[in-house]
T-cell receptor, first 111, second 113 residues
Framework: DGGITQSPKYLFRKEGQNVTLSCEQN?????MYWYRQDPGQGLRLIYY???????QKGDIAEGYSVSREKKESFPLTVTSAQKNPTAFYLC??????????FGSGTQLSVL | GQQVMQIPQYQHVQEGEDFTTYCNSS?????IQWYKQRPGGHPVFLIQ?????EVKKQKRLTFQFGEAKKNSSLHITATQTTDVGTYFC?????????????FGKGTLLTVNP
């Protein structure tokens, strides 16, 4: 089945720790995205990548980093600089900026 | 920056009643997309509207794009329990790029059977 796989489903971060969220897609989409969702809030864009080896900051990139070494993969690292990391993180992909296909998300919490 | 406001934030209805959520943008949009997120799930694309005054229907769902392309609505006729979820609208962000969608905060619909 084609789709987007996010792992892990739940993740806990200790203070001062960097953690990496995985996102893999087999839809052959060029563009990939990371969104953050807080309770009762809409989705806010962290980073996006239109093509391999290129990515752009979204609206709330501070404290996060990404890489796009392969078309299928777009991992997100939540660094220790992100002081309020507790949120639901959604990865998505699309063809040429069209409709978004989302993964099932990762819930990140702080210990 | 560009903002997308969505109202109401919450709506509780009895099964069989109608439901409408509204989306308003501070700027003219080239297009608008709607997504549905079931409780505990992830957003799923419903539709994209592009033309001024466009109306599209999907079974009991009716989507409209305003004449000025600054507002949109989603109307559900005769709600069912399967309609429960949060409905989001999203428009292109600054620069008009669909790669930087701006999402509204969503309307959470609950349906009493």
């Amino acid at each position: 089945d084609g789709g987007i796989t996010q792992s892990p489903k739940y993740l806990f971060r200790k203070e001062g720790q960097n953690v990496t969220l995985s996102c893999e897609q087999n839809l052959n989409h060029d563009a990939m995205y990371w969104y953050r969702q807080d309770p009762g809030q809409g989705l806010r864009l962290i980073y996006y990548s239109q093509i391999v080896n290129d990515f752009q900051k979204g609206d709330i990139a501070e404290g996060y980093s990404v890489s796009r070494e392969k078309k299928e993969s777009f991992p997100l690292t939540v660094t220790s600089a992100q002081k309020n990391p507790t949120a639901f993180y959604l990865c998505a992909s699309s063809i040429l900026g069209e409709k978004l296909f989302f993964g099932s998300g990762t819930q990140l919490s702080v210990l | 920056g560009q903002q997308v406001m969505q109202i109401p934030q919450y709506q509780h209805v009895q099964e069989g009643e109608d439901f409408t959520t509204y989306c308003n943008s501070s700027t003219t949009l080239s297009n608008i997309q709607w997504y549905k997120q079931r409780p505990g799930g992830h957003p799923v694309f419903l539709i994209q509207l592009v033309k001024s005054g466009e109306v599209k229907k999907q079974k009991r769902l009716t989507f409209q794009f305003g004449e000025a392309k600054k507002n949109s609505s989603l109307h559900i006729t005769a709600t069912q329990t399967t309609d429960v979820g949060t409905y989001f609208c999203a428009g292109p962000g600054s620069g008009g790029s669909n790669y930087k969608l701006t999402f509204g905060k969503g309307t959470l619909l609950t349906v009493n059977p």
